[in-house]
DNA sequence: CATGAATGAGCCTTCATTCAT
DNA sequence: CATGAATGAAGGCTCATTCAT
């Protein structure tokens, strides 16, 4: 094989391939996972990997990607892959836009509480690699990929009424920013209730939104 | 001299000392600050420090300091001394509590737009090297440092009945995190109105701690 | 398959196969041939020839042929096919001794001109891979081919009287030299007049060879 | 230390220092001129190195060389120093211009046999490296340094009358490739002798360069 | 005739640190 | 207070080659 990356954007995304199946590849994405959750990206080395997977060799790894950076981007690209499907599967049918805020905090929430290890190193190699990978992921810009879609939501909610006045973009970035706070949380302590807490940043953010009939200033 | 942490934790802090003063520490963690700043904690290396500073070898560094861990906790002691004096000159004559948060937010903004380098830094080494350095900073710990205040301003605020009901503990890390965000955001723009960005946060979390009339759930 | 070096010498030479026929073998060769020629032999690897062949993995190589040394030597043994048929077809027939080493000269600087990467590879190779491969190509020493048709056809003119006293091997190993020169000289600068170059060079062994009437020694 | 270059631009040149003096950088340069003439420039590591300085590990040589590319630079100054100075020596008082020629293919051919290796690891890397290094040695250009002088030499052997009509380029890049050329020899046979290799081809450019009355063609 | 997978050895470089003065 | 010199460990990466189908 000698390389892949073209290869992973042909046929790596868009379908459920990635870590998930019993391949060499995922094998190897799956350990890179694990690793990085567990001891962070900067001291993630082909070494450590190796040695979670129980593979012989490092050069297993620099056969099958061609590179650090493309052995993340692939398990970046898995990474969003699984949460997609995870995702899909939660949203709700259309339901009035009002609760679709919490939906949406809530289904993250409970990603998050299923693949724990998914999230942190997802925002782990996002905080790191951006410059390094560049920004783009599956044709998609990194920042947009985590607060895009929230942007977009909150202004379709506030055409139709439902929300009050406020930025959109630093109303997105903060409750991307709370979801992220979440798996630090988590991360320090592993007992946290996550279901709970993603409840309590639901009302949070359901006052923060809401039109407030008086406000002081 | 062959100091260490010992000597930073009895002169260090408390008083002003730190990087303000035209010594070789202080000049090294500056040197660090800007470093840090510029290309993140996992990719400062004692050589890009001693480039920055332009000092003739590593050993300076290691001679000033005990070693990485040393050195990073002199700098994040730098740093918080730095803007625990920047605050204190900010902080409001005891105001009514409702606006403390607002006021705690703002002055919090107006040191990130002051200093946006020993902002970033912080965060930085604050979530690169705990673990490495343990959790306690001048012999308090991380997550108190960060969140604690926040916790205890909102604890006092919800006993005197100007804050609704919500985990406290949960919207101490919000805000936190939204803070944090801003540094970020400042990273990838600088040109970005931090004044007015404080201000929707502050509205924001106006709206998130006022006891809500009704909530839909 | 497994071929290796046996094949090569068994079919390899003295026929046309080589590198011109549509084989794989043939395409390997070509591919080999532009990649040392662009890169020197140093830097040329089995990936870079894949890259440039456009084949699927370097098993293909190692497949055709015994390992690099092998594949070396059968670029060899194809390039010098090539020069040999190009240099038969304008071999003067018999023309005066006096004239046969300018002619000789001439016409490696034509098919220096007509197959510039062929030269350039020939020499780098020659170089470079002696001691790896061993002298022996085609049965013929390495020296022996590059100069010692050279050598012959010196002493055959002097001993016929056309040339004058010189050491064979000397004026034999400078021709050589000089020649490879031309390749040197056409690789940094691809304009060059290589025709000029060839008959200004023809008259300066012309000079150099010729039974000199005085000498200011 | 950490580093050079600078300080090789600095002190490293001009005066004789570089790989004569009894310290460490002179030590290394020594073993990577060994080195590079017994095993060729592109199987000279490192390790090849050190193993034949004695030197405890590899990080000597990164200590004091910024990479293996400034090591070459800095071999090849020492190199050129030690020929100029070797040259500088033996060039003779301003004799007749049609002496001159002889002269220097004498003296370079006097260096050839006092310091084999040098030569041979000249060469080495002047074609290895160059494209890495790019062209300048010391301000000078690899080509320039090589023919350029031979170049200016018979160009004002020209206007004086000295020398006959000949391309100066041309004739001056057959001397410098028959030059190489003894060098090639002798590693192939180190009992050649230079000393009348050298007259031989003093003779044979003397006839080349000379006015002919008149020329077969 | 071809391929995918795997592998051990080697490369240069960077790191924080220690030994002496 | 400072410096030059040295160093072992580890990092990511490339190399030619072999195994098995």
Redesign the interface.
């Known amino acids: ?2 390389v892949n990356s073209e290869r992973a954007e042909q046929f790596g995304n868009g379908m459920g391939r990635g870590a998930g199946e019993h391949t060499r590849r995922g094998q190897i994405i799956e350990a890179t996972i694990a690793t990085v959750a567990e001891i ?3 001291k993630t080395s082909f070494a450590r990997i190796v040695e979670r997977a129980g593979l012989s060799s490092t050069r297993l790894i620099s056969y099958h990607f061609a590179g650090k950076a493309d052995l993340m981007q692939a398990t970046l690209s898995s990474i969003i892959d699984t949460m997609d499907s995870f995702l899909g599967t939660r949203t709700p049918r259309k339901a009035c836009r ?2 679709l805020l919490r939906a949406c905090i809530e289904s993250e929430i409970a990603f998050l509480g299923a693949y724990p290890e998914h999230m942190r190193t997802l925002v782990e190699i996002g ?2 690699a951006r410059g390094d990978l560049g920004a783009p992921i599956l044709g998609m810009v990194w ?1 947009d990929l985590r607060v895009g879609r929230l942007e977009r939501q909150l202004h379709q909610g506030q055409r139709e009424g439902v929300f009050g006045e ?2 959109v973009a ?2 997105a ?2 409750i ?3 979801l ?2 979440v798996s ?2 988590l991360t ?1 302590n592993p007992e946290l209730d996550v279901q709970a ?1 993603g409840q ?2 639901a ?6 939104t ?1 039109a ?1 009939p008086a ?3």
């Open positions: 094989m000698q962070g990206y900067s009002a609760r905080t790191h920042h406020f930025d630093v109303m970035m903060t991307r920013q709370a992220d706070g630090l949380r320090e807490y309590e940043l009302g949070l953010f359901d006052r923060a809401r407030a406000q002081t200033q």
